[in-house]
């Protein structure tokens, strides 16, 4: 018998939210608990998605039980998956929430499952609680969706004050970004089959290139860094949005290897392996998958003190935090890193932190607020 429904987009939808959703799936699976999958079989509007393609190549996972019953132009999908679910009998159903763009939508899934099952406990997944650079409709919006979950599950501290104050119908809790155990190449490794040179500071950006992410700030503060370290290197890796766009046709910045296109998991894992640290500047951020990738990987972050990276990284010890938007705070946290030696120390910081924010750890939050024990 089902117990658990999981709604949101699986690989091969592209983004980190269908990668945590397979991992939270296949947790749950290894728990002892395999869920339904509903997961999407169109999704956004040409018109709402400013990336290149928001699905890759290939099927849905077969390890999973999946239904593709989810169409992002008709709201109506969602009364049917909900009565699919229905039909299971599940005690839980967990619903994947990022964008007001499917607030509608999920509005109409939650309160008809209630209709159907009002025992069972709805929770929202809140990657966000509203879309990044939102404003105030679109956070309305949202909260068609959020008032109608029985539990807000949120990834960070100020999401969870967010929450429980302005929607109070439901209930919220904290669930930290899970990190997944990944097989690591050795640096030198990684660096060889990416023809980078040894022995020199390497650093990593990766993700969509969006504003909030302030991958611009990045390149001010690195322009600073390789000043004081010609040989220091910056990857600069995912897929372009907005003005991002226009780093294709402009000269490279010295020092910076452009990787300007969406990778598949193995072309990240290789940059991961590859770098002596992740920097995240981003403006603000409510969680991050790419840091919890980077503690998976033994890697440390220098990144932005905003809610969603200080849940994950530590400061002083598993990476190093500055003020947000403030390029000459990062440039100065880099040549730290570099300078004071601290890539071992903070590794080894990250690596800890990477045990405590497991898959099956994260599964089994969510389980429990469904009442199931694992």
């Known amino acids: 018998m089902t117990k658990v429904v999981l709604l949101g987009p699986v690989p091969p939808w592209r983004s980190g939210i269908a990668d945590q959703t397979v991992r939270l799936a296949r947790a749950m699976t290894r728990l002892g608990e395999p869920p339904l999958v509903i997961t999407f079989s169109r999704m956004y509007p040409r018109a709402l998605y400013p990336g290149e393609a928001d699905r890759g190549e290939g099927v849905f996972p077969a390890d999973l039980e ?68 939102a404003g105030a409709p679109r956070r309305a919006l949202a909260r068609l969706a959020l008032r109608r979950a029985d539990v807000l599950a949120v990834q960070n501290a100020g999401d969870l004050a967010t929450a429980r104050r302005e929607v109070s119908e439901a209930r919220a809790v904290l669930v930290p970004h899970p990190s997944e155990p990944v097989l690591v190449v050795p640096r030198g490794e990684a660096r060889a089959r990416l023809g980078l040179p040894q022995g020199v500071p390497v650093f990593l950006f990766s993700g969509l290139l969006r504003p909030y992410k302030g991958w611009d700030v990045l390149l001010e503060a690195f322009a600073t860094t390789r000043r004081a370290l010609p040989d220091a290197v910056l990857l600069l890796a995912g897929e372009p949005w907005g003005d991002a766009k226009l780093l294709e046709s402009r000269p490279v910045p010295a020092g910076v290897r452009l990787f300007l296109r969406f990778l598949r998991a193995e072309e990240r894992g290789l940059l991961f392996d590859a770098c002596d640290a992740v920097v995240c500047p981003y403006r603000h951020a409510t969680g991050s998958g790419i840091a919890a990738d980077a503690v998976s990987h033994g890697r440390p972050v220098i990144g932005s003190d905003v809610p969603g990276l200080a849940v994950v990284v530590e400061d002083g010890v598993s990476g190093l935090l500055v003020a947000p938007g403030d390029a000459g705070a990062l440039a100065a946290a880099l040549l730290r890193f570099v300078r004071e030696g601290l890539a071992e120390r903070l590794a080894a910081g990250a690596t800890a932190l990477g045990r405590r924010f497991t898959p099956e750890g994260h599964a089994r939050s969510i389980l429990s607020l469904g009442g199931i024990t694992r």
Do not use: K, M
């Open 66 to 133: 999946v239904e593709a019953l989810l169409d992002g132009f008709d709201p109506l999908s969602f009364r049917r998956a909900a009565e699919v679910a229905a039909q299971r009998r599940a005690g839980l159903v967990a619903a994947a929430f990022w964008t007001s763009v499917f607030a509608p939508h999920l509005a109409l899934f939650l309160s008809s499952h209630r209709a159907e099952v009002p025992d069972a406990v709805r929770v929202l997944l809140c990657h966000n609680l509203a879309d990044h650079e």
